[in-house]
């Protein structure tokens, strides 16, 4: 199989000024894969340079007809190689081939989606006061810097890339060192799909070489970033010497809320998948789950029973359900909680270990813990692994302040079939998405992002295109 290897710039490949490379290791199998060269600061003042030369002399003032029709080609480009792009995604991060094509697919619908919103994103016409005509544009900013994490690689580079450019900016992405050739691949594929050169640059490379470089360059205008919560501040603070622009969508430790009226045996079934999926690696994973204390006891024996059945195994066989974690020092940082909460009493209903086969891959089993104390490590820090707490609730009233004390605010579901309850609880529950009766978090079409440390601004749906420009209000006299 080809990989890319090189920083992709101005349409074409092209070798760093640094001579770094970061070799990338199949976590299924601890075996290399490949090498991919780090961009050195140099090169980021050549790509945003460039992007924003790009920007000025085409995309910016492209007619939209002409950008809707580039972006429809890249989203079919992209469908047409959507086995290519998991085969990647599936070596470099060890993500289950189900899934991995399913992420790729979700890329091309992104593309779809801005390619056909370029010509129904509309200013208003406001009757002001003292009469005469006014009206807003949504104009572009220029150069978006756009940070992407390692556990939806393709999906989320698409996410951001795609709004930004229908807006009509020009886009630098710089993916996770760990997982750059999905991102790589979107530039070369969308250039070949005809996007013009320079309008989407990719620049593997280390946050802690180059990151900086990247969001103070003065010409980037907003830096839109998926990531840790520490990072993410980071960010927000050197941007705000010159008041870039920040959309920053950070860590989660989200609720999963089950009341004893709802469909609880069908919440318990399904419950495991989603905090399980992606092996835990997600911002959105509900980790912690709150069970009315009438159903705990059952719910918490279907909820171990549902999460011993899923498949754990090498990532190229469809039926995997659970692949390994994305590298050793992951799964290290998660064996740490579990270390942690032995250490505090809480009880281990499944899970604990490294499953016994293969005996290779930074595997780990999905873990079930019980009588977590609300101050330990567990309950409180997103985990990032395949971690789920299960506690029992009394209190409608008191289970909602416990929810609310997380200092994220991500996402969440709630289980009930009580209409008057569901608004109710839905309202009270301080995250930017939330789901009942379901554990989906992500849909094109609406914004996801989240309240308090959990981020800044939301990507998906007309509200991330919006987040991409500047608004103008224009007013002329009668
Ligand atoms: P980071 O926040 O360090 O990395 C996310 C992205 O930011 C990567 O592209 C990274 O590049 C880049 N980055 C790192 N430092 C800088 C910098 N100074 N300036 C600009 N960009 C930078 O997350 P990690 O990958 O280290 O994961 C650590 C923890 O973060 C996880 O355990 C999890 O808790 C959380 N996380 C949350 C995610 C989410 O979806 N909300 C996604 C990923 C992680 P590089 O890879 O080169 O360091």
């Not at 999963?256 to 419950?271: L, R, V, Y």
Request: net charge neutral; proline share 6%; charged share 20%.
């Amino acid at each position: 199989m080809k990989f890319p290897s090189k920083l992709f710039i101005n349409g074409d490949y092209h070798d760093s000024s640094s001579s770094r490379h970061t070799t990338l290791t199949n976590p299924a199998t601890e075996q290399a894969i490949t090498e991919v060269a780090s961009a050195h600061v140099t090169d980021v003042g050549i790509a945003v340079e460039s992007a924003h030369r790009a920007w000025e002399s085409s995309w910016r003032d492209l007619p939209p007809g002409k950008r809707t029709e580039i972006l429809f080609t890249v989203a079919r480009v992209l469908k047409e190689n959507v086995e290519q792009i998991a085969q990647l995604e599936m070596q470099n991060i060890g993500k289950p081939i189900t899934d991995a094509r399913d992420e790729a697919a979700l890329g091309a619908r992104v593309f779809e989606y801005y390619a056909g919103a370029i010509t129904k994103f509309c200013g208003q016409t406001i009757p002001v006061a003292r009469g005469g005509f006014d009206f807003t544009l949504r104009q572009p900013m220029g150069v978006v810097a756009a940070i992407a994490p390692w556990n939806f690689p393709f999906p989320i580079a698409c996410w951001k890339t795609a709004p930004a450019l229908a807006a009509g900016n020009c886009v630098v992405l710089k993916p996770a060192s760990l997982s750059p050739l999905t991102a790589l691949l979107l530039g070369e594929l969308a250039h070949n799909a005809g996007l013009p050169p320079g309008v989407l640059q990719v620049l593997p490379g280390w946050g802690s070489a180059m990151g900086d470089a990247l969001v103070t360059h003065p010409l980037v205008r907003k830096v839109s970033f998926t990531g840790s919560t520490t990072v993410g501040s980071q960010i927000m603070q050197l941007a705000a010497r010159d008041l870039k622009r920040v959309s920053l969508e950070l860590g989660g430790k989200s609720p999963n809320i089950i009341f004893a009226d709802a469909d609880w045996q069908k919440a318990a079934e399904t419950s495991p998948m989603s905090v399980f999926s992606n092996t835990g690696q997600d911002c959105c994973a509900r980790s912690r789950v709150f069970v009315e204390r009438s159903i705990y006891e059952p719910f918490v024996e279907k909820f171990v029973a549902a999460t011993e059945k899923l498949v754990i195994g090498s990532p190229n066989r469809p039926e995997t359900q659970l692949g390994p974690m994305v590298s050793a020092n992951q799964r290290a940082t998660v064996e740490e909680f579990l270390d942690d909460a032995r250490k505090h009493g809480s009880r281990i209903a499944c899970g604990g270990g490294r499953p016994a086969a293969p005996g290779w891959g930074y595997y780990l089993e999905p873990t079930v813990l019980l009588d977590v104390n609300k101050a330990d490590r567990c309950w409180r820090e997103e985990i990032f692994g395949p971690v789920a707490v299960i506690t029992p609730f009394d209190d409608e009233t008191q289970m909602l302040r416990d929810v609310n004390a997380s200092p994220y605010g991500l996402s969440g579901s709630l289980w009930t079939n009580d209409l008057r309850r569901a608004l109710r609880v839905a309202r009270a529950v301080e995250s930017g998405v939330l789901s009942i009766n379901s554990h989906s978090s992500v849909h094109v079409e609406a914004p996801f992002g989240g309240f308090k440390q959990s981020g800044i601004g939301r990507d998906l749906g007309m509200t991330a295109m919006e987040g991409y420009t500047e608004l103008k209000n224009v007013y002329v006299a009668e």
